[in-house]
């Protein structure tokens, strides 16, 4: 098949285009408004950008009244946001705090989940998850769409503070993904769990490519 987003038809009962990008990191987001109010939401069009420094992005479209979501103006207002991993004991937690709900509702009690301290910024993170990120907002590049959620915040933070649960380093001082289960968005209302994992090393001997690959950052200083 073939089709030309926003001007010839698909011609499928539903919309492959998120199908065509896949598996997508969950960026489950913690950030407090101004007023202090805790914010929780998922957002699957998040990564990471490169990691000396590191530095992640989550994508947030507007709400179905056209409006701009809390995560992304509580993220410019304070400079501040969390990531938390989403897992598969956290599933229906991270779907539960996916609603659109009114600012002043807390997704920390609407998701169910328990609120642990930060060390270096003042959004919470979620106790229940075994990976965390905090990070301090860079910039906002803002993408117009079409429609009333087309258009899209590209949020930008630098990772100052990472928490790892012990439980899940392995013996050789790795993370153990298969026993963290992460969950990833496919297309539609489709989500995947990485329970397996491969190696693959390239050939030769660029141990400075090696090491960028797996995302060593400089010695600290």
Known sequence: MYYEPGRTRHGLAHDPFKSCVVPRPIGWISTLSLEGISNLAPYSQFQNLTFDPPYVMFAANQTTFGKRKDTPMNAEQTGEFVY???????????????????????????????????????????????????????????????????????????????????????????????RIKPIG???????????????????????????????AAAPCR
């Open 84 to 178: 938390n991993m989403a897992t598969w004991d956290l599933r229906d937690a991270m779907n539960r705090s996916a609603q659109e709900t009114a600012p002043d509702v807390d997704e920390f009690d609407l998701a169910g989940v328990t609120k642990a301290p930060s060390k270096q910024v003042k959004p919470f993170r979620v106790a229940e998850s075994p990976i965390h990120m905090e990070c301090r907002y860079h910039q906002t590049l803002r993408l117009p769409g079409a429609g009333t959620m087309g258009t899209v915040d590209i949020i930008i933070g630098q990772v100052v503070a990472v928490h790892i649960r012990d439980e899940f380093i392995d013996e050789h001082g790795k993370i153990d993904i298969p």
């Open 185 to 215: 968005r496919l297309g539609y209302y489709d989500y995947t769990v990485v329970d397996n994992r491969f190696e693959m090393i390239i050939p030769g001997d660029n141990k400075d490519l090696s090491s960028g690959l797996e995302g």
